[in-house]
């Protein structure tokens, strides 16, 4: 019940900032940030109502927290099924956490019809939480959708000068990739009905079904697309420097921060435990795109000279570990994936919230037009500073433990492109540095009335700092909760593992 | 004839008798107000005649009609269409000077040949009823007086409808030498009993299809429909895109299950092709179009095309998937179409018509319900979940992976990827800041016929989007004709 709560909850709260504009024109926010503190509380009913593991439902196996199953159109047998495991719990807690950061560095930066901005923010969110959530495929596609549109909205209407380019090419990318993996959904619901002679969207009936080699290829490939463009990896990847670059800040920390980790999620969900054998046939070229992704774009970051843009890039580079993680498909490897997508996108998160800050000051993006700021900005410079050595991996913050096991991980399955990707540990310092050195020291160039944090920024921020801290100091916390779900998922597609 | 046969005919002449009650009335006074309340009873008496007919079918009514809960079911929700529109007429036409009463006569005759079409199972009352719909649509075309546009758009209507009845006689004429049969089934019969494709039935089926494929306007057959639509008035292109090309659709259903035409596999292609041109032609032009209903008439295009496939599937898969597929398709794009082209009628004024792009600019912030509305009717025709729109794109996947038509689907995809791409466009116009010197449109309390209208439209469109279990239902139980 809770998990449907958590859904519904922002939906409703979405609704309810959009028409309290009327009462005032700032209520919106303060609904926004209302509703996320209820998530809060659910979420922490949630996860203390089950610590103790237990069966939560017949078909389901003990690594699952908790279980909501619904019939919805049983024409087709598909139902509006929820399940909660470790995973899910961590992504959902990141969501609401970035959910908070999105408002609050939304909170001055939007001053016109909010009350539409936080309806879609929420939307947004509510999208997000629906795919980790959703076991069933069907529900799984809707929320997948349901999260694209409110962000195309957050983009065309409130973002920056080219925005209507990089809103259309946002939605065409991930909706025609989006209906590939429909495609696969269906063949994949049609192939089971032969077999067994009923319609099932169900994950966990999905998963008994023997398919076919060569169609497995195909399916798993449509999935497969789906996923990564919205991770991205290259060659999908170019969607994602316009739309980051474009949209408000709070569009950006949602993007970067949980909407790239719903391809992650997918991937390590549904693409390995449902075509286990076509995606091992797959691996090595996955690790590929999964490396050249992470120099490509380490390589491109470096080349920009718009601070969003730049980060853009990082994220791109950040989340080919992800791919090359998920796709060696080891315990060890596969803990990296989830600590590095938690840590990227704090990091990814609080980069963006900087870069929206700056520019809300600067009204400029270009890091040409930036420099001096240790001088004026003292504590959003070092805040600055931290987060880009984060982001470049550097031991004792979240990033560098990610990355870390990713790497160990996938070591183990192949040496070659394992060693290949370490060449980013070079690469990361460069435009992490670059970045550093442009905008924080070097001649003050801009002599405008500059203003250092305001409290709401230097706590949101302080929030994220303590949080990848506290992932880079004592990662076993994390790793505890992910463990089961990770462990029941490769026991189940032993037909990956090498 | 039997009391069964008389009460499965009740909805047909309760229909004609309403067409010639509406007549005595206008020949009686004229008064707009009365005579869209007459119409209005008309077609909602008929909808009860349904559910009197309802019982008594599967029925051979006449040696010429055949009804069965198919029949009625369409005929059920071709009436509610043209019961949408009339709301539509009601608040675009009571301004405008001259004398608007005969429009719903012809509404009501249109209906009645719509309604007749779906009924036909021979040839003879195919050709009736595709012909009153399509003489009644030349005069609603035209409709507006003193106007160039809807006369040049009725004119190339005219000619071109023609053109194509002409097809479709020579077609018929080709089989029936063949065959000797008028009747569908007897048809199937002779073809169920052939060996070898006999080329001059195939033919003529061939010119049906032409001719059919003017009055769908599939590719390549599709050139006078962005004249005709722009020119039409705006709720009588919504009339057209959805009665007529629905009427149209379900015969040529009935026609290629019940004369059991699937056989012939160089028709397949056919309709293949047509199918694929039609999606990319469509989508393609639409890129191109400052004009909303130009830019819908070619999206209409591509979304018969989308519907084509489901109905190519119809040859491998279970009949009764294909006509539900076809079925909630159309439902979907019935709602959408009315829908879209009603926003373009209620914003339009009796000087112009709101159907350049520019009429849009903030129309989010000037009129933030009419654009929630018409952003879900886009959205719907994009195929977006939430929306009814998604679900019918869901149902031509679902039978096109069936019937493994893998080249097709792929051009689903690539035309609903350029599809989102103008439909977006629209919807970003709207979002810009509103500018001052932008046109109001009719205010919504002027107009609350057509502002319930969309509104039950749109709720619908949610509603059977979100949870289309009724809708799925109520199909699957009339799929089997």
């Known amino acids: ?498 | 004839m039997d009391i069964n046969q008389l009460l499965a005919l009740a909805p047909i002449m309760t229909l004609a008798t309403a067409s010639l009650a509406l007549m005595l009335s206008i020949a009686g006074k004229r008064n707009f107000v009365f005579v869209c309340s007459v119409g209005a009873g008309g077609i909602l008496l008929t909808l009860f005649a349904l559910t009197i007919a309802w019982p008594k079918t599967p029925l051979q009514a006449t040696l010429l009609i055949r009804v069965d809960h198919y029949a009625l079911s369409f005929m059920a929700l071709l009436l509610l269409a043209g019961l949408a529109v009339l709301g539509l007429c009601y608040d675009y036409f009571k301004d405008r000077a001259g004398q608007n009463e005969e429009l719903l006569l012809l509404l009501l005759t249109a209906l009645l040949g719509a309604s007749v079409l779906v009924v036909s199972s021979h040839f003879a009352t195919f050709l009736m009823g595709i012909e009153t719909l399509s003489i009644s649509l030349f005069v609603l075309i035209g409709y507006p007086l003193k106007q160039p546009r809807p006369l040049e758009a009725a004119i190339k209507y005219l000619i071109l409808s023609g053109v194509s009845s002409a097809f479709l006689l020579m077609g018929m004429a080709l089989i029936y030498a063949q065959c000797g049969e008028l009747y569908f089934s007897g048809i199937g019969h002779f073809i169920a009993n052939q060996t070898a494709i006999n080329t001059l039935v195939l033919s003529g089926i061939i010119l049906i299809v032409a001719g059919l494929g003017f009055k769908l306007s599939l590719v390549p057959f599709h050139l006078w429909t962005p004249d005709v639509y722009e020119g039409a008035p705006a709720p009588i292109t919504a009339f057209i895109a959805t009665v007529s090309k629905g009427a149209v659709f379900v015969l040529l259903l009935r026609f290629f299950i019940s004369a059991d035409s699937f056989v012939y596999a160089p028709l397949l292609n056919i309709f293949s092709i047509i199918a694929v041109l039609s999606i990319l032609a469509g989508n393609l032009l639409a890129l191109l179009q400052n004009n909303v209903k130009r830019l819908l008439a070619y999206s209409a295009i591509a979304h018969i095309g989308y519907l084509l496939v489901a109905f190519i599937a119809g040859n491998s898969i279970a009949p009764h998937l294909a006509i539900e597929s076809v079925s909630f398709y159309l439902v979907a794009y019935f709602i959408t179409t009315i829908g879209a082209f009603g926003v373009v009628s209620l914003l339009s004024t009796a000087q112009t018509e709101a159907d350049d792009l520019y009429f849009y600019r903030g129309l989010f912030w000037r009129q933030p319900g009419l654009a929630g509305i018409f952003t879900l009717m886009l959205l719907s025709l994009a195929g977006i979940p939430l929306t009814v729109g998604f679900i019918g794109k869901f149902y031509i996947f679902t039978s096109g992976a069936e019937g493994r038509l893998w080249g097709l689907l792929a051009t689903v995809i690539i035309g609903s990827g350029l599809g989102l791409y103008y439909y977006l466009r629209i919807i970003v116009v709207m979002s810009m800041p509103a500018q001052e010197t932008a046109i109001e449109g009719k205010q919504p309390d002027r107009a609350w016929i057509s502002t319930t209208t969309l509104s039950v439209l749109a709720m619908l469109l949610v509603w059977f989007g979100i949870y289309p279990d009724f809708l799925v239902n109520l199909i699957h139980s009339v799929a089997y004709m």
């Open chain 1, 1 to 498: 019940m809770i998990m449907a709560a958590l859904i519904a909850v922002l939906i409703l709260g979405g609704f309810s900032a959009w028409f309290s504009e009327q009462s005032h024109a700032d209520a919106p926010r303060w609904v926004a940030l209302i509703t996320l503190i209820i998530e809060t509380l659910l979420l922490v009913a949630q996860y203390t109502g089950t610590e103790h593991l237990e069966i939560v439902a017949a078909h389901l196996s003990q690594t699952w927290l908790a279980d909501f199953n619904q019939p919805w159109i049983p024409r087709f047998g598909i139902r509006f099924h929820l399940a909660l495991d470790g995973l899910s719990l961590l992504l959902i807690a990141l969501t609401i956490l970035l959910g908070f950061m999105a408002v609050s560095s939304s909170w001055t930066e939007i001053n016109n019809r909010q009350g539409f901005f936080f309806f879609n923010l929420l939307l947004c969110l509510a999208g997000v939480s629906g795919v980790f959530l959703a076991v069933d495929l069907f529900l799984l596609f809707f929320f997948w959708e349901l999260m694209i549109l409110p962000m195309y909205f957050l983009i065309s209407i409130w973002g920056h000068e080219n925005r209507t380019y990089a809103a259309i090419k946002f939605f065409i990318f991930t909706q025609v990739s989006g209906l590939l993996m429909l495609l696969a959904i269906v063949v994949l619901v049609l192939i089971n009905h032969h077999q067994t002679g009923v319609y099932s969207f169900d994950y966990f009936i999905l998963q008994n079904t023997e398919i076919p080699a060569d169609v497995a290829f195909w399916l798993m490939l449509g999935f497969f697309i789906a996923f990564t463009v919205k991770l991205p990896a290259v060659p999908f990847h170019t969607w994602l420097p316009d739309a980051h670059t474009q949209a408000p800040t709070g569009g950006s920390v949602i993007l970067a921060g949980i909407m790239l980790k719903t391809g992650a999620y997918g991937l390590l969900r549904f693409v390995i435990p449902l075509f286990p054998e076509a995606a091992h046939q797959f691996a090595p070229i996955a690790m590929t795109i999964g490396t050249i992704s992470v120099l490509y774009a380490a390589m491109m970051a470096f080349a920009q000279s718009d601070i969003k843009r730049l980060i853009a890039y990082t994220s791109v580079s950040h989340m080919g570990f992800i791919l090359l993680g998920v796709f060696s498909w080891n315990l060890l490897a596969l803990q990296g994936v989830v600590i590095t997508l938690l840590a990227h996108g704090i990091s990814a998160a609080a980069l963006f919230m900087i870069a929206g800050a700056l520019q809300e000051r600067l009204h400029t993006r270009e890091m040409a037009d930036m420099g001096g700021f240790w001088a004026v900005l003292p504590r959003l410079s070092a805040l600055t500073l931290l987060f880009a050595i984060a982001s470049l991996g550097l031991p004792g913050l979240g990033n560098f433990i990610g990355e870390f096991l990713v790497l160990l991980g996938a070591f183990k399955i192949n040496v070659l492109l394992t060693s290949v990707t370490a060449l980013v540990l070079i690469l990361a310092p460069v435009y992490s540095l670059f970045m550093v050195q442009k905008t924080l020291h070097g001649r003050l160039l801009n002599q405008s009335t500059l203003f250092d944090g305001n409290p709401r920024e230097l706590v949101s921020l302080s929030l994220l700092v303590l949080a990848t801290v506290w992932l880079g100091l004592s990662p076993g916390t994390v790793l505890d909760i992910a463990a089961p779900a990770l462990k029941q998922e490769i026991q189940l597609s032993a037909a990956m593992a090498p």
